[in-house]
Every structure is written in structure tokens, then in C-alpha cells.
């Protein structure tokens, strides 16, 4: 690598004593049993994600096993990355203010600044670089599960611009990627909206209780009326489209006139697979388990750097994971026209079933109440291994509406849906150039406006 300032490398700083680099705790220091509700939070390696922490439901300890790993508590402007597993190949994230006095996983690895000529951020962007990641990806060991490690780490090749330079390339990068976050919140938004009214309509079936309470007041009247009475939030054809009373069948009282089935009435799941290899010129847009957990955006790669065989990804599909259903991910692909796209095999590729819709099915198996059971139903060990067998997901029990129901809620989701495509592809856009801006910017082929010292 060549730049505007120094070219050199992590073990290089660590020796001048700028920087450390550190593992986290031995597992024979955090054992299953450290772990509570409440507590300090400990950042595990599926929390790393591209250049940010996903925090969402990290593990926590107490405060006196917390005292006991001090040595690896957080500071502001750390830099982890995750040292084994698929985050291996390439992710790092630092740490922000809000993370302050977290512990470091055990399957992280620490760099921690201690030169005020080095500024964090710029590092962050430098190390989340397209560039940066290819080079931890071809340096980690282990064909089956790769592994980075503090040796590894210390022969990065690193490009350190002066100070001015660093920061102003940290500032351009930065405001890119500020509305990358905010639009991934944004999305995280409408997607919550749709799940609620999901389990509103289809897992606690509030329409359907707010019309059996008007109707048990007056009995006389029409549905037309009840639904009005009821529900007047609800245009009435919706309204009307829910009875007004339940049936007890085997999953419980449910509405009259719905079904009980399973997932396999409202999906199939679509095996067809591909080889990207023997397409070393095609481009690929790649759905996998480390690009969902980075903000839902898939990779672009070549044919030729996708070695395993892959799921073709159909437009009407929805991606739901069989890895670690602990961590929900269901993935409603934006599906380009000059690119197919494939997925990892960690996930399910489920296809709508005659008129059941796509936004139904991803509700469906969004819900909190289908990975309250989905979880339960994993094979292998307690690590972080644990997968759903396709044939046990097809089996699970499902209520089953009428078809003007389902049609109903695939309408009132619609717009909400269309804007989460149109930020997720605003998204992929911003993201494409804060990539392409930060070698130009190290390159010194754009002006960083920084006068030269």
C-alpha cells in the first residue's frame, strides 16, 4: 500500500508502544454460569459488525466478575475485531462512547491507541476498507472456521497519513456513514411497524376481540356496524374482513372460519443452487449471515471469490436464517436487475406459496411469536453452532387467515415496505461510495482540502 504518509504496520506501532493489541479472556475465564440478566455487558464476536458494534441483546456479568476481567474492559475509540467464526474474515468495529466500561469477548481481539498522532476513527474506516478486509481474509487460518489472531493483526500493512489528513478523511467517511446507520434505524423502524400490526392482527387478533366486545353489547347488530363500532381506525372493508367471534381448535381459540396448518400451507423452501466459481466474470449480489448482521447489505462479489455452493435468490423469496436462530434474521431481498443474486446455505430460501404474499410471509417469520418457537427447535450442541433442520420449520404449526385478510395486511404494509426498499437501496448506494472513496482519499488522488505541513 502506498499513500500520502507512512506506510507501515500494526506490529510496528505496537512495538514503538503506540498501540497494544490484546485477546480477550481465556474461555476458561467466562464460563456459561458468569452470565445473568442484568449486568456488564460483554461483547461477543456476532456483535462485530462492519466498522459499528450491533449491541442488540449482547450477553451481560456481574459486576464482580466484571472487576475480575478488568484488564479487558472497553475504552472509547477501541477497535475490535472478531478473531474466529465467519465475522473472522475481515470485521472490525470500534468502540463507541456508549460502550465505555463493556468487556471484550472471548472471541474478540483488542487495539487499543495510545498515540494522539492516531486517530481512532480514521483507523476504524481504514480497517473496514474493501482493501483491508481482503487482506484479513486471505491471512486467516482454518479452511472450516477461520481465526485471526494477535500475530496476524500485527502484520496488517497500515497507511498513516499526518493527523489533519486522518481526521478529515474520518470526517468525510464518517458523515457518509452517519446516514448509513441512520437509515439502517430508520428501516429497523418500519420493519418493528409491520411486525407490530402483525401480531396485532394475526397473534393477538385485536380486531377480532374489539368486535366480539361490541357485538356482546349489541347483538342486533350487522357486521357492517360492529366492524364500524369497533374498529373505526380501520377502513371498513378491512374492518369487515375479521369475524367477530372465535373456535376453540388445537392451537387455542382462534378466529371462526381461519385454519390451522403449518409453515409448509405458506412456504416452499426453493433449493436451487449455483456455483459462482464457474462464473469467475459474473458479479453477484451475496446475502450472508456477516452481511445481514453489518446492516442487511449484501456483498458484491465476483463469481471466482465464492469457493462453496450457493441458493439462487428469487425476487418473491424471503431469507430466514437456520444458523443460530437465537439471533433472528429474516433477509426481504432487494433484487437487482443486472445482477443475480445468491445467498449463503445458512439460509433458508422460502418461496410464497399460491396466494400467500411476500410481505405476509416475511411478517410471518418475523414475528416475535414464531422465533419464540423457532428457537426451541435447534439441533447440536449449545455453542454457536446450532441449526434448524428445513423439515422441522415446515412442520411448525400456523393459523391460517382467509384470503381477504392476508390481502388486507399485503396492503396496508405496502407503502411501508416500499420506503424499507427504496432506504435500503439509497443505502447500498452510500455505502458503494464511502468504499470507493477511501483508497482515492489515501492515495492522495483527492484533495482532503488538509494544506500540507
Known amino acids: 500500500m502506498t499513500g500520502i504518509g507512512k506506510s507501515l504496520t500494526l506490529g510496528a506501532l505496537v512495538e514503538e508502544g503506540k498501540m497494544i493489541i490484546q485477546t480477550g479472556p481465556f474461555g476458561s475465564q467466562l464460563h456459561k454460569h458468569d452470565y445473568c440478566s442484568s449486568g456488564v455487558p460483554v461483547v461477543p464476536t456476532e456483535a462485530i459488525g462492519h466498522r459499528r458494534l450491533r449491541t442488540g441483546g449482547v450477553p451481560q456479568i456481574g459486576p464482580k466478575k466484571a472487576d475480575e476481567l478488568a484488564r479487558h474492559r472497553l475504552k472509547s475509540g477501541d477497535i475490535l475485531f472478531a478473531r474466529r467464526g465467519v465475522q473472522a474474515t475481515g470485521y472490525s468495529a470500534i468502540v463507541e462512547p456508549q460502550h465505555q466500561g463493556w468487556i471484550c469477548g472471548t472471541g474478540a481481539i483488542l487495539l487499543r491507541i495510545l498515540d494522539d498522532d492516531i486517530d481512532p476513527i480514521y483507523l476504524s474506516f481504514h480497517l473496514a476498507s474493501i482493501e483491508s478486509i481482503a487482506w484479513l481474509k486471505q491471512h486467516a487460518v482454518g479452511a472450516v472456521m477461520p481465526n485471526l489472531n494477535e500475530g496476524i493483526l500485527r502484520q496488517f500493512p497500515l497507511e498513516l497519513p499526518p493527523l489533519k489528513v486522518q481526521r478529515r478523511i474520518a470526517d468525510i467517511l464518517g458523515s457518509l456513514d452517519d446516514k448509513i446507520e441512520l437509515n439502517r434505524r430508520m428501516n429497523e423502524t418500519l420493519e418493528a411497524m409491520v411486525r407490530r400490526l402483525f401480531r396485532s392482527w ?252
Open 202 to 453: 394475526f397473534v393477538d387478533f385485536d380486531p377480532v376481540h374489539a368486535k366480539a366486545a361490541v357485538r356482546r353489547e349489541h347483538p342486533k347488530w350487522d357486521n357492517v356496524r360492529v366492524s364500524r363500532e369497533a374498529l373505526p381506525s380501520l377502513v371498513p372493508a378491512i374492518a369487515e374482513a375479521f369475524p367477530d367471534e372465535f373456535e376453540d381448535l388445537e392451537l387455542g381459540p382462534i378466529p371462526k372460519g381461519w385454519r390451522v396448518g403449518a409453515v409448509d400451507d405458506l412456504a416452499a423452501l426453493d433449493k436451487t443452487s449455483v456455483k459462482p466459481a464457474e462464473f469467475p466474470t459474473e458479479e453477484f449480489d451475496h446475502y450472508s449471515i456477516p452481511a445481514y448482521d453489518e446492516g442487511q447489505q449484501p456483498a458484491r462479489d465476483l463469481g471466482d471469490s465464492i469457493k462453496s455452493n450457493k441458493f439462487l435468490v428469487s425476487e418473491d423469496c424471503v431469507l430466514l436464517t437456520k444458523l443460530n436462530p437465537r439471533i433472528p434474521r429474516v433477509w426481504l431481498p432487494n433484487i437487482s436487475a443486472c445482477r443475480r443474486s445468491i445467498c449463503s446455505t445458512e439460509f433458508l430460501v422460502l418461496r410464497p406459496k399460491d396466494s400467500v404474499s411476500q410481505p405476509f410471509l416475511f411478517a410471518h417469520v418475523s414475528s416475535s411469536a414464531f422465533f419464540g418457537v423457532y428457537a426451541t427447535m435447534v439441533t447440536g450442541t449449545s455453542g454457536s453452532h446450532q441449526r434448524i433442520r428445513p423439515d422441522a420449520l415446515l412442520a411448525m404449526p400456523a393459523v391460517l387467515p382467509p384470503q381477504s385478510v392476508v390481502d388486507a395486511f399485503t396492503k396496508t404494509v405496502a407503502d411501508v415496505l416500499e420506503m424499507r426498499a427504496s432506504l435500503r437501496t439509497e443505502t447500498q448506494q452510500l455505502a458503494s461510495t464511502r468504499d470507493r472513496l477511501l483508497p482515492r482519499l489515501l492515495s492522495g488522488e483527492l484533495n482532503t482540502g488538509v494544506a500540507k505541513e
